[in-house]
C-alpha cells in the first residue's frame, strides 16, 4: 500500500498545539515547577526515564509537565529529545552488588543474609484515598520532617552491600551455570534485532519496554499461557554508581549515582547438560523505581527462554520483542488518526467494483435461470 | 567517599564559590565549554553475567586550563555551570595552586555534610528492615 502525502492546515495546526496550553492551563492553578514534578510524582519520571531509555529526571520531568501526565507522550518527547544529544561515552559496567539499596526483598526466602529492607512501599497499604493530601501545605511537611525517623530504633543498621541470594543458590550447586556465549555487545539503537536474538539485545530491549504490555505478557505466562512459575529470587531498588573513562583522565571517572530496580526470578528447573536438574532464572533491570517492570522483564526473560516447541506469545521471543516497545507501538496506534483518505478511498472503490460485479454474477445467473426455466420466480422477489 | 563522588554529589553554592575565587586570582581559559552528551549504561546481568546496554544518560562535561593546568568537571543531567566550576576545581587542584588547602577543606565539610545526610537516610531504611513470622499451622 502506498502512502499519499497532505498538505495545508498550518494555521488550524499551530492553534490546535496551542489549545493544549490553553487547557492545561484554563483551571486557573498555578503552573506546576517541573521540580516538583521531578520530586513528588517520581515514579511517573522513573516510568518516563525507563520507557524513553534515557535517564535526565529533570527532562523527563518537563516532558511529563509538556504532555500533561500522559505517560507515553511523555516518554516519546524523552526519546525524540536523545536524538539530539550526541552520544561521547560508554560507562564502565555498572555493579549492582555495590548498589545503595533503599529496598530489598525476597519472595522465595524468610531469612535472607542482610535481612529484607521494605523500604518506601505501598505494598501493605490498603489503597485507600488520603484526603489529608488536600490540606498539604509547608507547614504540614515542615511537621512530617521534625516527626519521621524520631522514635527509629538505631539498633538495624544498614550494610554497605547485600549478598545477591541467588549466588547461595549457586554455591549449592541448584541453579544453572551462566552460560558462555561468546556474543559480542549488541546494541539495539545502533542495529536491528534479527531471530533468534542475542541475549545483550533482548535485555536492552526489555529495559526500555513499556511497563504495560511488559506486566500484560507476564501476566499471561502466569495465568497459564505458559508454563513459568516465577518465585521473586530478589527485589532491590537503589542507586548505583556511573564512571566513566575520559582520556584525560588516568582513573574511571565518577559522573553519578543511577536509580534502578532489579529483579531476579527463579523458576522451573529443567536437566542441565549434564541431566542434572537445575532452577531457572529471568533477569530484570531497568531505570528508576519500577518494580512492576523490573519484575516482568524477569518473568519475560525466562519465559523467552522456554524449551517447549507449543510457544505461547510471552515465550515467543520476535512476539515479546516485537511488541514492547511503547513508543513504536503508540506510534502505529496514533498514525491511525492522521489522513488516509487516498488509500481509504481506494478501499471503497475497491469494495464498490467489488459489490458491481457480485451483482452483475447475480443478476446474470438470473438470467441464465430463467432461461432454462421461464415459469420460475427469479429470487428475492 | 571518593573526592570525585563529594564534588559530582556536593552543593552547587559552595563549588560555586571557590571556583569564582580561583578565576579572580587566576587566569581560566576554556578548553571544552559545557556540553551536554550521553553516555551509554552497561550492566551486567546477574543471572548470566551477560553485559547488555540499560540505556543512556544524560550528563555534562567541560574543561578548562587554570594557569596552563588542565582540569576537567562531569556531572549527570544538564548542569553547565555545576561542570564549568567542577573543571576549575580539578585543575587547581592537579595544579597544586595556593588554594588546594582551601578546596580540600571544603571538600572535606562536604564530605561530612554528605554522610550525614546519607546516614539519616539509611537509618530510616534500617528502620523498615522486617522478619516476617511464619503463622502456626502454616
Not at chain 1, 496551542?18 to 484554563?26: I, P
Not at chain 1, 549457586?170 to 542475542?198: A, H, N, Y
Not at chain 1, 548505583?240 to 543511577?258: D, F, M, S, T, W
Not at chain 2, 550492566?43 to 576537567?72: I, R
Request: charged share 25%.
Amino acid at each position: 500500500m502506498g502512502y499519499v502525502a497532505v498538505s495545508g492546515g498550518s494555521e488550524a495546526i499551530a492553534n490546535a498545539e496551542e489549545l493544549l496550553t490553553f487547557y492545561r492551563l484554563k483551571g486557573g492553578a498555578s503552573p506546576i515547577e517541573v521540580r516538583q514534578i521531578r520530586e513528588q510524582m517520581r515514579l511517573a519520571v522513573d516510568k518516563v526515564m525507563s520507557e524513553g531509555a534515557l535517564y535526565a529526571p529533570t527532562i523527563a520531568a518537563i516532558a511529563l509537565k509538556q504532555a500533561e501526565g500522559d505517560n507515553i507522550e511523555a516518554s516519546f518527547i524523552l526519546r525524540a529529545y536523545r536524538a539530539t544529544q550526541p552520544r561521547r561515552y560508554y560507562s564502565l559496567p555498572a555493579d549492582t552488588g555495590k548498589m545503595r539499596v533503599i529496598r530489598r526483598i525476597s519472595a522465595a526466602f524468610q531469612d535472607v543474609p542482610g535481612g529484607q529492607i521494605l523500604g518506601p512501599t505501598r505494598d501493605y497499604t490498603q489503597r485507600l484515598v488520603d484526603f489529608s493530601l488536600l490540606e498539604e501545605s509547608p507547614e504540614t511537611v515542615r511537621a512530617f520532617f521534625d516527626r519521621i525517623g524520631v522514635q527509629t530504633s538505631r539498633s538495624d543498621q544498614l550494610p554497605d552491600s547485600f549478598p545477591k541470594i541467588i549466588d547461595l543458590l549457586r554455591r549449592e550447586g541448584l541453579l544453572v551455570e551462566p552460560v558462555d556465549r561468546k556474543e559480542t555487545l549488541f546494541d539495539i539503537t545502533r542495529e536491528s534485532i534479527s531471530f533468534p536474538c542475542q541475549r545483550s539485545a533482548k535485555l536492552q530491549s526489555l529495559a526500555r519496554g513499556e511497563t504495560g504490555v511488559m506486566m500484560a505478557l507476564a501476566y499471561s505466562s502466569m495465568r497459564g499461557f505458559g508454563d513459568i512459575h516465577p518465585y521473586l529470587g530478589e527485589l532491590r531498588v537503589g542507586t548505583v554508581p556511573l564512571c566513566i573513562n575520559h582520556p584525560a583522565k588516568e582513573q574511571p571517572v565518577y559522573i553519578g549515582r543511577v536509580l534502578v530496580t532489579e529483579a531476579e526470578i527463579i523458576s522451573e528447573y529443567y536437566e542441565d547438560e549434564q541431566g542434572k536438574p537445575k532452577l531457572t532464572l529471568g533477569y530484570g533491570l531497568c531505570f528508576g523505581h519500577n518494580e512492576l517492570k523490573a519484575i516482568a522483564m524477569g518473568v519475560l526473560d525466562r519465559t523467552m527462554q522456554s524449551r517447549s516447541p507449543h510457544k505461547s506469545p510471552a515465550e515467543d521471543e520476535e512476539f515479546v520483542l516485537y511488541h514492547i516497545d511503547g513508543i513504536e507501538s503508540s506510534g502505529f496506534s496514533a498514525h491511525w488518526k492522521l489522513p488516509h483518505y487516498v488509500t481509504f478511498q481506494s478501499t471503497l472503490d475497491r469494495l464498490r467494483r467489488t459489490q458491481q460485479l457480485r451483482e452483475e454474477a447475480t443478476a446474470s445467473e438470473c438470467n441464465r435461470e430463467q432461461r432454462r426455466d421461464p415459469g420460475k420466480t427469479a429470487p428475492g422477489l | 567517599m571518593e573526592q570525585q563522588e563529594v564534588l559530582v554529589e556536593g552543593r552547587f553554592e559552595v563549588w560555586q564559590q571557590l571556583a569564582a575565587d580561583i578565576a579572580a586570582r587566576h587566569r581560566v581559559e576554556t578548553l571544552q565549554k559545557p556540553e551536554t552528551c550521553m553516555v551509554m549504561m552497561q550492566a551486567k546481568d546477574s543471572v548470566e553475567k551477560t553485559p547488555f546496554y540499560l540505556g543512556e544518560a544524560l550528563m555534562c562535561e567541560a574543561g578548562v586550563q587554570v594557569d596552563g593546568t588542565a582540569g576537567y568537571g562531569f556531572a549527570l543531567e544538564d548542569e553547565p555551570e555545576r561542570v564549568w566550576c567542577l573543571a576549575v576545581i580539578d585543575a587547581a587542584l592537579t595544579a597544586h595552586l595556593p588554594e588546594e588547602q582551601e578546596i580540600r577543606a571544603a571538600i572535606a565539610a562536604e564530605e561530612r555534610r554528605l554522610q550525614g545526610e546519607q546516614q539519616r537516610e539509611r537509618d530510616l531504611v534500617a528502620s523498615t528492615m522486617v522478619r516476617f513470622a511464619m503463622m502456626e499451622g502454616q
